[in-house]
């Protein structure tokens, strides 16, 4: 093509909507022999097949979508100073198992929450706007305001999370959960509360908490090193002495058990990996394990070692549409 | 700006270069998600909600095959949670749940996103007539007679209309989507033997 560009282009427009005229036609059909011509008549067809797609587009709306996203994103500029708190910052470590609401909500209506949640075989952390660290545990949902507003530091946890909190004297920073409220002035702790399961479990590492009741009744305080265990139905909370890096090495992506039974690891393994693990015999449950899980290895080197210890035998299914399942036999 | 610089840069807390990457392939993921949900509003939240999550878990994601890919399995991830979700409403059955799209369903994606740059910047007078004829399928003497125009223009402008796209699309989208014409040739073929 050449001077007749323009010309050939109407030709081609013209051949693709059938709007050609018989004169028109031989001149196209003379145009394109060559290669050039007919290149352009070429990805014309296929700019008139891919139009109507493109069409569908009209529907969308690029800024609305980002606009949804700017409001979730935010820049944690906190989190460039939070780190030389964080080195004078107690920590305390909660641990929960139970079911969870998001009770007292209502009372601070024009507060934002955002929720973010764990996928199984999956771990989180971030940073909170007052320059608290929080990792999530697998499977866990995590709710925090938006932004803390001047009373209060409220935040809600169903699943297991550690939490090294930005000291603050005058502002207590409060983790909630169905049977349990932490209260805790400038110090850093865990959280994990799964539902399904019926008891609590709180363990402090280092600093001071206050325990109260879902209303923020106080029940009692902790110190470092100690285990408190709530029960579903029963008041009373029991405190004994407990070795804190069991329950904080998680975080670490070390999992360590001590004469824990294999019924117990099990359901961890069912969170950490993704999988679902079903018994051959119900007394395979009572094998106890001690020793340390990389949970960024691979599951078969866990069943490997597992395998070494005990006459067990783990059967592995891959399913593509749903969990993979590992059935546990006797050998 | 390459997929792996804009990652790095987001992986460090850019917010810029999660909006750049974002208007980058917003046309490609949304067009996917709205042929499989059928419901445009659902995929303009499934489409968000993968730059939050990217965003979220920026620091714990490792990025194997392509950032692009990861975005598409996202999405698709997203589709599959949102339909356990959404039991009772019945947004899509699981027939519909697609697979990870091909190299050659990402290209035309890709292309038909090209394409929809490319006809927001076509003068717009222009662009009407383009519209009528190819969206509408009306005749260059119905365009004529409905803009109050000759024919003579109607046939120049979609020339140049043509001539345009041609020039502003890239030439590797035309080569990539003509991969994916001859696929569905080929397909064709037994049927009508």
New interface residues.
């Given amino acids: 093509m050449n001077k007749n560009?323009?010309?050939y282009?109407?030709?081609?427009?013209?051949k693709?909507?059938n709007?050609l005229d018989s004169a028109e036609n031989d001149l196209f059909e003379k145009g394109i022999d060559d290669p050039s011509t007919r290149n352009?008549y070429?990805?014309?067809q296929?700019?008139?097949?891919?139009?109507?797609?493109?069409?569908?587009?009209e529907?969308?709306?690029?800024n609305?979508?980002?606009n949804?996203?700017?409001r979730?994103?935010r820049?944690?500029t906190i989190?460039l100073y939070s780190r030389k708190f964080l080195k004078y910052a107690a920590i305390l470590v909660v641990a929960f198992v139970a079911g969870f609401y998001f009770h007292s909500l209502n009372k601070n209506k024009q507060v934002q929450y955002a929720e973010?949640e764990i996928m199984y075989g999956?771990?989180?952390?971030?940073f909170l706007f007052d320059g608290t660290e929080v990792w999530l545990n697998s499977g866990s949902k995590f709710r925090y305001p938006n932004q803390f507003n001047i009373n209060e530091r409220d935040v809600f946890i169903e699943g297991e999370a550690f939490f090294k909190v930005a000291p603050n004297e005058h502002l207590p920073f409060k983790v909630k959960t169905e049977q349990l409220e932490i209260e805790v002035l400038g110090t850093s702790f865990n959280v994990s509360a799964y539902p399904g399961e019926a008891s609590q479990s709180v363990v402090l590492v280092e600093g001071k908490v206050q325990l109260n009741n879902p209303d923020g009744k106080k029940i009692g305080e902790m110190i470092p090193g100690q285990l408190a265990v709530k029960t579903e139905g029963d008041p009373k909370i029991r405190v004994q002495s407990a070795d804190p890096y069991f329950y904080t090495s998680w975080k670490d992506g070390k999992v360590i058990f001590d004469g824990e039974n294999l019924g117990e690891i099990a359901k961890k393994m069912e969170r950490w990996y993704n999988v679902e693990i079903r018994f051959d015999a119900e007394n395979l449950k009572d094998f106890k394990f001690t020793g340390t899980i990389l949970r960024n290895k691979p599951i078969d080197q866990t069943i490997n070692a597992m395998e070494l210890l005990a006459p067990i035998q783990f059967n592995y299914v891959v399913k593509t549409?749903e969990k993979n399942i590992i059935t546990i036999q006797k050998r | 700006m390459d997929d792996q610089s804009i990652w790095s840069r987001i992986v460090s807390g850019d917010v810029a270069a999660l909006r750049n990457l974002h208007d980058k392939y917003y046309y490609q993921l949304w067009l996917w998600a709205s042929k499989h949900t059928h419901n445009e509003t659902l995929a303009e939240e499934l489409v968000a909600d993968c730059f939050i999550k990217l965003w979220e878990r920026r620091k714990h994601i490792l990025i194997e095959k392509s950032l692009k890919s990861y975005l598409y399995l996202m999405l698709r991830n997203q589709m599959v949670s949102q339909q356990r979700k959404s039991k009772k409403q019945i947004v899509f059955n699981s027939e519909n749940i697609p697979d990870l799209p091909e190299e050659t369903t990402i290209n035309s994606q890709d292309f038909y996103a090209g394409l929809y740059r490319a006809i927001q910047k076509i003068p717009e007078q222009r662009r009407k007539i383009l519209e009528l004829a190819v969206f509408d399928s009306l005749t260059y003497n119905e365009i004529a007679t409905r803009l109050n125009i000759s024919v003579n223009t109607v046939k120049t402008q979609m020339g140049r209309s043509y001539q345009f796209l041609k020039e502003e699309l890239d030439p590797k989208n035309f080569l990539l989507f003509s991969l994916l014409q001859k696929k569905r040739k080929a397909l064709k073929l037994p049927s009508t033997n």
Avoid at chain 1, 9 to 14: F, Q, T
Avoid at chain 1, 59 to 62: A, F, H, V
């Fill in positions: 560009d323009q010309y282009w109407d030709l081609i427009a013209g693709l909507h709007e352009n070429t990805k014309s296929k700019i008139q097949e891919g139009l109507k797609e493109a069409q569908q587009l529907k969308s709306d690029k609305a979508s980002w949804a996203i700017k979730q994103v820049v944690n989190q973010m999956q771990t989180g952390h971030l549409e």
